[in-house]
């Protein structure tokens, strides 16, 4: 893995992704309600059933959450995308282009099946690789890209040369969804679920909208290197 510098700082990062979401809190709210409900919708049974053994259907059960919350999860890419960028958030933007739902299904399948699958083996080494090469296939899409294949491999082009730094990025961005769940390390009544919800909620979104700006420095830094191959 190479090391070369962001393009943007760390405190840029997420401060952009404080800012962009309590400008836009009821459409990122929503959007991640939407996407995180539809996955709880799916992962209860599947706990209910690796409780009773049946490990095969309940990891069956948990992929088919992941890319139904994925593929819900379209209008919340926009969003933040709008809400880094600093425009207002337009909450039909997404529906004008139901194309790119099935393009987001499409990544969400190949992106979390990698993800659920390489946690089975290889101490999840796999599992690490697959967020890494292709977390930002969501923004691609969102960004106008209607392949998900392709979204995919823009998404490991993106991050050539910079993969230690986004590693630690990812780590980051891990603990501080952590600290939106930790209501439940108080208790399992219907009280702490509510409160980690919320967390969750507000966590994940501010998350995405500091994707949504570590996506755009990317991409600007990617493009010069386009642009030198177009005239060798």
């Known amino acids: 893995m190479s090391n070369a510098p962001l393009d943007v700082s760390v405190g840029e990062i997420f401060g952009s992704g404080v800012r962009g979401y309590s400008r836009n809190v009821v459409a990122l709210s929503s959007a991640a309600l939407v996407t995180l409900a539809s996955y709880a919708a799916f992962r209860i049974p599947a706990q209910s059933l690796y409780r009773d053994d049946r490990i095969l259907l309940s990891i069956a059960v948990d992929l088919v959450g992941l890319i139904v919350g994925g593929t819900l999860a379209y209008p919340w890419y926009s969003y933040a995308l709008d809400a880094a960028d600093g425009r207002p958030v337009d909450l039909r933007k997404p529906f004008a282009t139901p194309k790119r739902f099935l393009a987001q299904g499409v990544g969400s399948f190949w992106f ?50 910079k993969r230690t730094v986004l590693f630690a990025m990812m780590g980051l961005f891990l603990v501080f969804n952590l600290l939106g769940a930790i209501a439940l390390g108080y208790g399992q009544r219907n009280v702490h679920y509510a409160l980690a919800v919320v967390g969750l909620v507000i966590t994940t979104s501010i998350t995405l909208v500091s994707g949504a700006v570590l996506y755009r420095s990317l991409n600007k830094s990617m493009k010069p290197t386009s642009n030198q191959r177009r005239k060798s």
Do not use: C, E, N
């Not at 290889?122 to 923004?139: E, R, V």
């Open 112 to 161: 979390w099946a990698a993800v659920l699958l390489g946690f089975r083996y290889l101490f999840g080494i796999p599992s690490l690789m697959a967020i890494l090469f292709y977390a930002f296939f969501g923004f691609v899409i969102a960004d106008g890209q209607d392949s998900g294949l392709k979204a995919l491999g823009t998404s490991v082009r993106l991050g050539q040369g």
